[in-house]
């Protein structure tokens, strides 16, 4: 609400009153802002402070009062002589090969270990209380790369929870329980470099979560061999995914009858190349916790060469980054273009022309930066000339952009999307 709002008097009582008037109609903007920036918006309340935070959150807590069947499960994957990160990592992988089931009847670690089925976040926690082990309770916020107003920090600010662990053996570290196969550590992309605050009995703050930690990079690495034919073609490699997502979805494919996998797998490579006919899947890894998901494939190409006159074109084999699908949904704006997401992903492969074929002409690189992050495509020859190195990387987080801006930003996803419809061409060697 700009501008000040007006007063009156009335039987020893003061009203005050916001009032607007004639105010355009607001159109429906794919990516807009909140409601509260659009319209006008009034918070008429006491302003919290962090000690209500603070308190707040602490009534929330988990159960985490420790118990003798808490304390034998300690001794049985701990023991005395072991340091406090050592400890931490037996006692995480203890809790994801214990508890198999998410939801289970009780409220109590007691009842979490009996029913092997319930939150492990909590079971975590007491087993980390009754280890001794200094920590104390968190709540992380989502970054979306913009400025938050930090002046009011209510409980609702805060939505994640997680423990700031503090071992004597090692650095402080913030610990969110992900899937029963992520790695100890893995801190959700959501949250690195976001703001969190940690709670105590002794009052609140509000700290930075660091912005790196684990690999969360997906992509995928491949091999592709031209044969003495056009329609020869063969390709392998692997499709490898470390982000949270990647980790969850272990779990299902662990469940999937082997026919589902294969046309999982399937997808996996049609997704790189078209026209691809699948002979082999494997999963390494599968059942290992704390390794990513990879689908290892291979198989045969015959369309991947396309002939136009005396020349051979092949398409990128990456699938593609559709910018402008994603982002691009009117010519022009009225309001910001808010975008939340995070995506990383590195793809590159080995294109080697064998005998039969040579390099006619390749795509130019095309490198690109903008406040949704990074991008670039590029293409290299490498040893004798007979083989190209294809790579791509993208990362894009939170950001904001203007209507001013956006012009700018519609011409910057075009030609990315331009950049991946470049073709490779080849002629045969006579």
């Not at 899937?179 to 690195?192: I, K, N, Q, T, W």
């Not at 190209?388 to 519609?410: K, M, S």
């Amino acid at each position: 609400y700009a501008g000040a709002p007006e007063t009156t008097s009335f039987d020893g009582k003061i009203a005050t009153i916001w009032e607007k008037r004639d105010m355009p109609r607001v159109e429906w903007e794919q990516g807009m802002p909140e409601k509260e920036e659009i319209v006008p918006y009034v918070d008429y309340s006491p302003a919290p402070n962090m000690d209500d935070a603070n308190w707040e959150l602490l009534d929330g807590r988990d159960d985490t009062r420790t118990s003798p069947v808490v304390r034998d499960a300690l001794h049985e994957v701990t023991s005395p002589e072991m340091g406090d990160s050592a400890r931490l990592r037996a006692i995480y992988d203890f809790v994801n090969r214990e508890v198999t089931g998410d939801f289970g009847m009780g409220g109590s670690p007691a009842s979490i270990l009996f029913e092997k089925a319930g939150d492990r976040g909590q079971l975590f926690e007491a087993l980390v209380r009754e280890a001794g082990i200094p920590y104390r309770m968190g709540r992380a916020m989502p970054w979306r790369g913009e400025g938050r107003d930090l002046t009011r920090p209510t409980s609702a600010v805060f939505s994640a929870p997680f423990l700031w662990i503090e071992p004597r053996d090692s650095e402080a570290h913030a610990f969110f329980m992900g899937s029963r196969h992520a790695p100890y550590g893995l801190v959700p992309e959501a949250f690195r470099g976001s703001d969190a605050f940690l709670c105590s009995e002794n009052g609140g703050e509000i700290v930075r979560l660091p912005q790196g930690g684990l690999d969360i990079d997906n992509g995928a690495t491949f091999r592709v061999e031209l044969g003495a034919q056009a329609d020869a073609t063969r390709v392998e490699g692997d499709v490898v995914y470390r982000s949270g997502g990647g980790y969850r979805f272990k779990r299902r494919l662990e469940e999937m009858p082997q026919d589902d996998r294969r046309k999982f797998a399937e997808s996996k490579l049609s997704s790189y190349f078209a026209s691809t006919a699948l002979e082999t899947y494997e999963l390494p890894g599968l059942d290992t916790r704390g390794e990513p998901l990879v689908v290892r494939l291979s198989g045969t190409m015959p369309q991947y060469l396309s002939q136009q006159g005396d020349r051979f074109v092949a398409s990128l084999g990456l699938p593609a980054s559709n910018m402008t699908g994603r982002f691009v949904h009117r010519p022009e704006r009225v309001y910001d273009l808010v975008l939340n997401l995070r995506d990383d992903g590195v793809d590159e492969y080995d294109l080697v022309l064998g005998a039969a074929f040579e390099i006619v002409t390749m795509p130019r690189d095309h490198l690109a930066v903008h406040e949704l992050g990074t991008y670039s495509l590029t293409f290299r020859r490498q040893g004798d000339g007979n083989t190209i190195h294809v790579r791509r990387e993208r990362h894009l987080r939170p950001a904001r952009t203007t209507p001013e801006q956006y012009a700018g930003f519609v011409a910057w996803c075009k030609a990315i999307d331009n950049a991946e419809q470049a073709k490779i061409e080849f002629r045969a060697v006579r």
